[in-house]
């Protein structure tokens, strides 16, 4: 999954040498945390709520409390190496820029909105807990079976603690014939959690 398929492409900007005053007004009117800085369609820096909240006496312009040469990405970039710079860099927005000029904004949230169509969390899946994994080969066999059944595989990894166990979220109706081929091929199916009647 790409950045461009998930930044917001609708960005509330402000001059670097607007006021203090004037870009909380913007962030609060458009109720966002964050405002890339442009000067002349060019990307010069990013404000946030925070910096602004915490501009002293002497401090008037976006200028004095921006972040200047933020960290940006590319629309081409894959939503997993923006999740990874948010997390490193512990900022909670990506200015999206190409050929030098903004095309959008990537926030926190706009990565977990993208963890949870991908993991399958969101639609009506079973997630079952398998124990009993044994060797390389475990999670061919799993799927395999998947395949059998013909079933959507959402997501499928081992256990942090225990690699033994291995976790999966799966969507179909054979849910009862898949089991029952893992037990078949020697594993132990230790839960089945079904599929909520409502969803968020």
């Known amino acids: 999954m790409l950045v461009r398929n998930r930044m917001s492409r609708k960005v509330f900007t402000v001059?670097?040498?607007?006021?203090?005053?004037?870009?909380?007004?913007?962030?609060?009117?458009?109720?966002?945390?964050?405002?890339p800085v442009v000067r002349k369609e060019r990307l010069v820096g990013?404000?946030?709520?925070?910096?602004?909240?915490?501009?002293?006496?002497?401090e008037q312009q976006v200028a004095d409390v921006m972040t200047a040469k933020p960290v940006v990405v590319?629309?081409?970039?894959?939503?997993?190496?923006?999740?990874?710079?948010?997390?490193?860099?512990?900022i909670g927005a990506l200015?999206?820029?190409?050929?030098?000029?903004?095309?959008?904004?990537?926030?926190?949230?706009?990565?977990?909105?993208?963890?949870?169509?991908?993991?399958?969390v969101?639609?009506?899946?079973?997630?079952?807990?398998?124990?009993?994994?044994?060797?390389k080969?475990?999670?061919?066999?799993?799927?395999?079976?998947?395949?059998?059944?013909r079933l959507d595989l959402k997501w499928l990894h081992p256990d942090s603690r225990d690699a033994s166990i291995l976790h999966l979220r799966l969507k179909g109706n054979r849910i009862d014939d898949f089991t029952t081929a893992l037990e078949?091929?020697?594993?132990?199916?230790?839960?089945v959690v079904a599929p909520s009647t409502s969803r968020a």
């Open 15 to 35: 001059a670097p040498d607007a006021s203090i005053e004037a870009a909380r007004a913007l962030l609060q009117r458009h109720r966002v945390r964050q405002l």
């Open 122 to 135: 969101g639609e009506a899946t079973y997630r079952i807990t398998v124990s009993g994994v044994r060797g």
């Open 74 to 90: 590319a629309p081409t970039a894959s939503v997993d190496e923006a999740a990874r710079l948010l997390r490193g860099r512990k």
């Open 184 to 191: 078949a091929a020697g594993f132990n199916v230790d839960s």
């Open 95 to 120: 200015p999206v820029v190409d050929k030098n000029k903004l095309v959008g904004l990537l926030a926190a949230s706009d990565v977990l909105d993208a963890f949870v169509d991908i993991s399958g």
């Open 46 to 58: 990013i404000v946030t709520d925070r910096d602004l909240r915490g501009a002293g006496a002497n």
């Open 137 to 149: 080969q475990a999670a061919r066999q799993v799927r395999q079976a998947v395949d059998q059944c």
